[in-house]
Nanobody, 128 residues
Framework: QVQLAESGGASVQAGGSLQLSCLVTGNILTANVAWIRQAPGKEREAVAGIYAHHGRTVYADIVKGRFNISRDDAKMTVYLEMRDIAPEDAGIYYC??????????????????????WGQGTEVTVTS
């Protein structure tokens, strides 16, 4: 079982930066982890993922060049660094995970239904 706890959500001005953290318990070393967001009235969308073991990253086109996902397994934490934040980046940000498998693909990471474990979410609001 993997448990996830997000933190770092805040109100941020458009164009600003923010870092979210996800504490991962239950053997982070074998956990593929992603950040998934849900804007008001919209469906959840995966924005960034990071593979277990080698740490390769995957990004949705809408955040490429602005968001950076990283992991520190010693601290059992996955981070999402958000830069040049836009109003459409507002929403609840969830950390999600799935045990790694050798068949995992980048497309899997951007598929919301692929994930087995979820955190409670942390809210990001954007002011203009």
């Amino acid at each position: 079982q993997v448990q996830l706890a997000e933190s770092g959500g805040a109100s941020v001005q458009a164009g600003g930066s923010l870092q979210l953290s996800c504490l991962v318990t239950g053997n982070i070393l074998t956990a593929n982890v992603a950040w998934i967001r849900q804007a008001p009235g919209k469906e959840r969308e995966a924005v960034a993922g990071i593979y277990a073991h080698h740490g390769r990253t995957v990004y949705a086109d809408i955040v490429k060049g602005r968001f950076n996902i990283s992991r520190d397994d010693a601290k059992m934490t996955v981070y999402l660094e958000m830069r040049d934040i836009a109003p459409e980046d507002a929403g609840i940000y969830y950390c999600a995970a799935r045990r790694r498998a050798w068949t995992d693909t980048d497309e899997d990471f951007l598929t919301v239904g692929w994930y087995k474990f979820w955190g409670q979410g942390t809210e990001v609001t954007v002011t203009s």
